[in-house]
């Protein structure tokens, strides 16, 4: 299919920024300025996400005792008590993002009211190089369990969801959850990955097919991949690279929605045949026409408000976690 009309503008916008040295491609930025550019591109992606959601800002404690921040979104409509859950961890590469710049995307995934969306912040890096993601977003998990009764939330019903590294992270809980439950102390019901990085290992087809002009480039992921896993030998590792992850056994259901014109688009597609050779249940959905990071961009084309209300129906239908 066709390039999305609408995001097609988008992209000669930025390239023409490129050509007039306005802009730069991210891996041509220092560490801070990317950080600063990807902040920026939140209020122009989503510039007018739902009001109808009341959102709290919490903490919780990781294991070295650093504190963390996160939100809980709930929708205006959501009920006070027992109410399900979405644990959302925002993408970035490991290295950009924040709870700031994915607001948009919780709000829009809380607007309904049939679940919350607890958004957990996590370390970057270089400052935080592997397993640092990984274990804040275990020690973010395993609040939430403890936590969730007293937040008018039901821990039997905690779905995982992200977006690119985002999607990592959720990956390797969900993982976690069935294959070491004495580090994981919650029973994921569900899990939604959007355009995930599953195998930062190697370099596949869509990579080439997909190295530049589509948002995301491949050399933008390789320069993350430096900061996260410095040495080759972690990018082998199942936390970093889920499609590696040795004897993998039946997982909670999954969601995984990749992007047509998307670097990660051969190995979202390797780790959800993965899945299903693993007896997982798995709902493939390919959005034609976009990049990666279409969860953002609402305010640029309209053939995303479809892509939130496929979520809506998977998990009320597919796993029941709204009822």
Known sequence: MPLDPDLEGFLELAQMGRLTGKSQAMHQLSVEQARAQFESTSQILDPAP????????????ARDGHRLAARLYRGNAASAQGLAVMMYFHGGGYVVGSLDSHDAVCRRLAASGSHAVFAPAYRLAPEAPFPGAVN???????????????????????????????????????????????RLRIRPVAQLLFYPVTDCSRIRDSHRRFAEDYLLESQTLQWFYQHYCAEPQQRLDWRASPLLTPNLSALAPAYISLAEYDPLYDEGLAYARLLEASGTPVTLDVREGLTHDFLRMNGISGAIAPVYAGIEHWLANAVNVTH
Not at 50 to 61: A, G, H, K, M, N
């Open 50 to 61: 739902p009001d109808s959601v009341t959102v709290s800002e919490l903490e919780f404690t």
């Open 136 to 182: 804040d977003a275990i020690d973010a998990a395993n609040w939430l369990g403890e936590q969730a009764a007293s937040l008018g939330l039901d821990q039997r019903r905690i779905s995982l969801a992200g977006d690119s590294v985002g999607a990592t992270l959720a990956t390797v809980l969900a993982i976690s959850a069935v294959q070491e439950p004495e």
